[in-house]
C-alpha cells in the first residue's frame, strides 16, 4: 500500500505526517505500507522548515532526508490513499475516490498551516498530526488485512 500526505508546500504539515507515520508503521511491524509526502503548491527543492525538523526531534520521530516535490496525476495514479491536510488540499486536486482529508477518515479536522509561526505552534501541529494519525492506524490495519 502507498499513502501520500498533501499540504501546500510540502515543508511543514504533510513531511512531518510522513515521518510521524513511519515511525507508527515501523513500531507496530509493518512493512508493506509505503508513506510519502508532496504538496499542492510545492517549494520544489526546499528542505523541511526548520521548526518542523525541531518539532519533529522534540517528539523523538526520526527524521528522513526530505526535499519538497509538487504532486502530479502519476502520483496520484500510483497511490492507494491521497491524503490531504485540509478541504482546501482536497478540492485543488479534484474528487478523485482515493483522496480524502485526514478530517474525514479520522474526524480530526483540518490540520493547520503552522508555516512562519514559532516553534511552539508547529509542535501543536505535530500534535494534532499525530492524534490523527492514532486514529487512522486502524483504519489502514484494516484495509491491509482486506487485501
Known amino acids: 500500500m502507498k499513502i501520500i500526505f ?18 507508527m508503521l515501523r513500531e507496530e511491524g509493518i512493512k508493506d505500507v509505503t508513506v510519502e509526502s ?7 527543492g526546499a528542505p523541511i522548515s526548520e521548526n518542523a525538523r525541531k ?3 522534540n517528539a523523538e520521530i526520526p527524521l528522513k532526508e526530505h526535499v519538497a516535490t509538487q ?9 492507494d490513499l491521497v491524503i490531504c491536510m485540509t478541504e482546501r488540499h ?5 474528487s478523485l475516490p482515493k483522496v480524502f482529508t485526514l478530517g474525514q477518515m479520522t474526524g480530526c479536522g483540518d ?8 516553534e511552539a505552534t508547529y509542535r501543536e501541529c505535530l500534535s ?6 492514532q486514529k487512522l ?4 490495519k484494516r484495509q491491509l488485512t482486506l487485501k
Open 71 to 79: 504532486i502530479t496525476i502519476e502520483d496520484i495514479q500510483n497511490a
Open 55 to 57: 518539532a519533529l526531534e
Open 38 to 44: 508532496r504538496g499542492v503548491v510545492a517549494n520544489v
Open 6 to 23: 498533501v499540504c501546500s508546500g510540502n515543508t511543514c504539515r504533510s513531511p512531518m505526517a510522513e515521518c510521524a507515520f513511519e515511525e
Open 128 to 133: 494534532e498530526i499525530l492524534a490523527a494519525l
Open 137 to 140: 492506524m486502524p483504519i489502514i
Open 90 to 94: 482536497k478540492m485543488r486536486l479534484g
Open 111 to 118: 490540520i493547520v498551516d503552522p508555516y512562519g509561526k514559532d
